[in-house]
C-alpha cells in the first residue's frame, strides 16, 4: 500500500510539472480553449481525442489536476527515450490490433480507483483535416464496464509553432442505458459511432461558427 502511495505521490508531481511545462511554451506552440471547460478533479473519467500529432498530449492534461494515463501504441516500450517517457508517466501499453487483454485490465483497475485515463480512438496520427480515420472500439465498452463518463475533446487543425490551435472540450457522455448489463457488439459499435459524431460535430459547429475554413486537406 506504501509503494502504491508513493507511486502516485511521484504521478501527481510528474504531471504538475507537465501542465506548468504546457503552459510555459504556450508561446512557442499558441493554442485557445473553448466548450466545457469544467476542471474534473473527482471521480473516475475517460478523456478522448482526435490525434494529429504527439503535441496532443497536452490537451487532455489541462483539463484536470490528476494524472492522466495515456493508452499508447506498444511499441514505444521497446527502447529509447520514449519507454523511458511512457513508462516514468505510467502509460498503458496497448496492441495496435486491440487483442491485449491486459491493456483492459489495467485501464478498468486505474477507473475502478477513481482515475484518468485518455485515448485516442483513431488510434494512429491522421494526416487529413477532412475526416476521422476509423475509431478503434475500447471507450465505450470502458465506459459502461466501469460506469465512467466520457469527456470528449477535439483539436481543429494540427498544433504547429507559433500558429494557433484551438481546442474544443465538450460534455461528459454516459451510456446508463447499458450500465449493468450484458451488451452486444452491435450496440458497442453504436456507441462508439455516437462518440464519433459527437467530436466530429463539435468540430463542425466551431469551424462555422468562427468562420474556420482549413486551407488544404493535407497537413
Known sequence: ?????????????????????????HGLFPYKMHGNLTKHNEGSLILIGNHY???DVFFPVLITDR???????A?????????????TCGCIPAKRDGTD????KDAMRILKDGGVINIFPEGMRNKSYSEFLPFHGGAAALSIKTQTPIVPFVSI?????FKKTHVVYGDPIEFRQYYGKKITKEQLEE???????AMW??????????KIKIKSDRM
Open 67 to 73: 494524472p492522466v494515463r495515456f493508452i499508447a501504441k
Open 191 to 197: 456507441c462508439d459511432e455516437i462518440l464519433r459524431e
Open 75 to 87: 511499441e514505444l516500450w521497446k527502447g529509447g527515450l520514449m519507454k523511458k517517457f511512457v513508462q
Open 157 to 161: 487543425t494540427k498544433i504547429k509553432p
Open 101 to 104: 487483454v491486459q491493456t483492459v
Open 53 to 55: 500529432s504527439m503535441l
Open 1 to 25: 500500500m506504501k509503494q502504491r502511495d508513493k507511486k502516485a505521490k511521484k504521478l501527481d508531481k510528474l504531471f504538475k510539472h507537465l501542465r506548468f511545462l504546457v503552459k510555459a511554451i
Open 201 to 210: 460535430n463539435m468540430r463542425l459547429a466551431f469551424m462555422e461558427r468562427n
